[in-house]
Structure formats: structure tokens, C-alpha cells
């Protein structure tokens, strides 16, 4: 029986030769742990004395107490009946964020992907904006990925019975509403309390994959346990330094029944989000980082401070290895040429996803919708393509895009912030939403292109010749412009 201790008690120890924290009901004595938070000292001394699992879970995965920890610096259990008269003050962040709750449109006045940014963006905390919204360097990638969309046109066709449409397709094996999917993006919790878990259930109710991260916030069997008896799941996988890591966590993903194994190739170092660094930089007390600036770096935002297991030495050769260790297809998600997905389908992969990470890693790596149709050439020439399943995301915001991406060979797309967005503002009604909205557009787009099935998009229906052309004038982007051009994070920035 662990010591039940009293939240005054904890408030008794507030300083930094002696502070104790509450994570999931368990008091914890941080005093040796805190000089090597890889999160810096500032984040853990705010909550000294105090509840910190509302600022600790999202970013945490759920074992890494039991990780990181001696036992024996857990003290005892606080006393939830008198925590719960603990009052909370509610920060000046907190406040803003509740008034914009408060203003929040109705669900039914969301008519696009872009609407859900701009509502999450008011009510999303600075740090989770931060990390959601960021690419890398100067984001030109990141812009690239939704504005090389606009470089294709469409020769539609008419005199086409389109009454009935059906926008059904099979992805892997199973059976999807939509040739879409709900990517992997860490860090769930960021955005709303439940997770994860909010995508599983939306993907339930309207027959849509979910692509399950390394890093969610949520246990990866709570994501499982969520889904219904037919829902096909896959699993995105950071390959970890331990290999046996790895191993154990595959060969469980398996066994829970995931249809597709997606190895991330495209982060053997995390790209530089200067906004998400710049939002962890701001927590932080400047004297403090100048007086212990050879300590564990901190100021590389919530990317970082997750990330370090991944292994920069993955290559080719590990296929073989994934081979021998499971029997899910696996595909390789990340890669950005023609020459690679080539090699790809060489090593006997069942698939690829052309993606640059939503514009999160290399900036000025190509969006993955210009290098589609050579990739699909590569293929065709090397007789590699019957079979091989070849996805494709970032930057994917309308149901013209989706269309725009089959019709250059794709078997489905990803979407990923749209989705978080979604899920902040709204929770499980807002991503249902937004599928709905995809499915709409998609549907009326099929129906204004001549088609009536997914096998009937083909790329003659589309017109490529600027794709190569970034310096053709685009339309302007009102929309996504609105959004992302006012990013700096609430409060955060000090330039
Ligand atoms: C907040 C966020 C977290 C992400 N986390 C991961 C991850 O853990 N693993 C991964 O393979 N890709 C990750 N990605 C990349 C997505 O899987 C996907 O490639 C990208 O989001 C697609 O671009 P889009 O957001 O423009 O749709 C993340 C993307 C975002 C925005």
C-alpha cells in the first residue's frame, strides 16, 4: 500500500533543492531528476508542489516514468479527494483560450479544411500550435506542399451519367469509403485530452484507415482497443537504436491485427521548426540556459525532447531484417524520388508513401504530387509497378487534390494537420465533419470530371504541363494564406 499524501504536503516542497510534483494521482520527488529534464528545469518548477499531469501527458509517452525513474523517488499517492478542491488559477493563456472556445462557429458553418486551421489556431495552446503547425527552415516545403496543387488543371469530361457515384476504394487490402487516410502525427494529446483515440473513433463511424504514430500520446493498444472489430489500422514505425525495441513493438502491432507496417525513412534527424524550437525557447528562463548552456539541450521544442531514440543508420539492408520479423506488408514512408521508391519495390516492399514529412523535415524537398508521375514511370519501366501500392501526402486540403493525386497513379493519399486541427477544435464530430466534407467535395468532383468510379480516374484527366514550373503565377490562396501567414505562436516569440 503506497503512502496516501496530502496535496499540502506537496505544496510543502516548491523549491529546486527539494521538489516534489503529482503526475496521474502518484507524488514524485523530481530533486536529482531535475537538472537532466531533457525539457528543461523552468517547465518542472512551475509545477513544483503542484498537479503537473495536464502539462505532462501530452507529451510524455505513457511508460516513461517507469523509464526514467528510481522507484523510490515515488513517495506515495496524493489524496484525490482533497485534490479536488485544490483550486486551479487559471492562466491569462487559459483565459484566452476559453473566450475563443466560447466564439467557436458551429460545427455546420465549417465548410473547408482551411476553416478548422483557423479555428484551431484561436484555441489551441501556443506550445501545441507550435508543434502542429511548424515545418522546417524557411517552410518553403511545407507552402510547396498545398501550392504545387494549384499547378495542375483539369480536362473534365461531360455527357457522362453521374448519378450515382461511388467513391469506394480498397487501400492494402481493406475496404476504405474514401481513398484517403488518416496519417500519423505525434503527440495527440497536444490538441485534445483524449487523443488519438478521437481519430479511432471518427474513422470508425465513416470507414476510413488510420495510420496509428510511433509517438502518440495515447498507448498504442488504447488506439487499438478503440477501433471497431473490422477497422483496419496501420502502424507508423520510427526505427529505434535498440532494434529489439523494435522487434517487440512490431511483432505486438501484428498480433493486434495492423494491415500495413510504414517505416519512417525521411527523419534520421528531426528538421529544424524554428517555431516550435523558438515556443520551447520562450518557456524557458534565459539566465538559466546561459548558465547550464552545456547541459542536455532544450531548446529544440516538442520535437525534439521525443525524439532521440530514432536511428540515423537505417538503410536498405534493415529490409530484409523487417522481412524476417513480421509478416505485414511493409511500406516505406518518406521517400522523394523516383530512384528510391525504385529500390523500394527492388526490396521487395509492398509499397511507398511519397511524402516530405508535411514540409517538416528537408526544406525545398519536392511536394510529393510533383514527383508522382515520374515516380509511376520509374515503376512502368522497370516492371515494378503491378502490385506495388504507391500513397502519397502533404499539403492535400480539398477533394480536387485527392482527385488530382489518383489520377497520377496514386492508390490513396494521407492527410495529417487538417485532421489535428480538426480534432482540437471539435474533438471526434469535428473529424467526422471533416471527412464528410472530403467526401463531398471528392463525390463532386468525380461527378464534374465525367467519373463514377475510383478505377475510372486516369491521368489523362488532368493537365501536368506546369507542374515542373514553380515559377508559373499561381492563384493566389486566400484561404490557407490566412492561416499561415499569421503563425507566430500566442504570446510566444520574443523577436
Ligand atoms: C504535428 C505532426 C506530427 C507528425 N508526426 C509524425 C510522426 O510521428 N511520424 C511520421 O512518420 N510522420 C509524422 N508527421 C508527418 C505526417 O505523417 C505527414 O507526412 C504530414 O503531416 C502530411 O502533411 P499534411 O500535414 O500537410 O497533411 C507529422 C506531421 C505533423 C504535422
Known sequence: MSRIISPEEVAKHNQKSDIWVIIHGKVYDLTQFLPDHPGGQKIIMKYAGKDATKAFEPIHPPDIVDRFLAPEVCMGSIDLEKLSHVKIEETEEDKQIRLAREKMPRLEEMYNSFDFETVARSVLKSDAW??????????????????AFHRIWFRPRVMVNVKDVDTSTEMLGSRTSLPLYI?????????????????TKACKTRDIIQMIPTLASCSFDEIVNAAGPNQAQWLQLYVNSNRQVSEKFVRHAESRGMKGLFITVDAPQLGHREKDMRQKYSQEDPDEISRNSTEVVRDQGAARAISNFIDPSLCWDDIAWFKSITNMPILIKGVQTAQDAVLAAKYGCKGIVLSNHGGRQLDFAPSAIEILAEVMDALKRENLDKGFEVYIDGGIRRGSDIFKAIALGAKGVGIGRPFLYAMSSYGVEGVEK??????????MVMRFMGVTKISDITADMVDIRNIKDHFVANPIDYLSQTSYERMQPRGG???
Open 434 to 443: 471533416l471527412l464528410d466534407l472530403f467526401q463531398s467535395e471528392f463525390e
Open 183 to 199: 496519417t500519423a502525427t505525434a503527440l495527440g494529446k497536444l490538441g485534445h485530452p483524449e487523443g488519438e483515440v478521437v481519430l
Open 493 to 495: 516569440s520574443k523577436l
Open 130 to 147: 507550435a508543434y502542429y503547425s511548424s515545418g522546417s527552415d524557411d517552410e518553403i516545403t511545407m507552402r510547396e506542399n498545398h501550392s
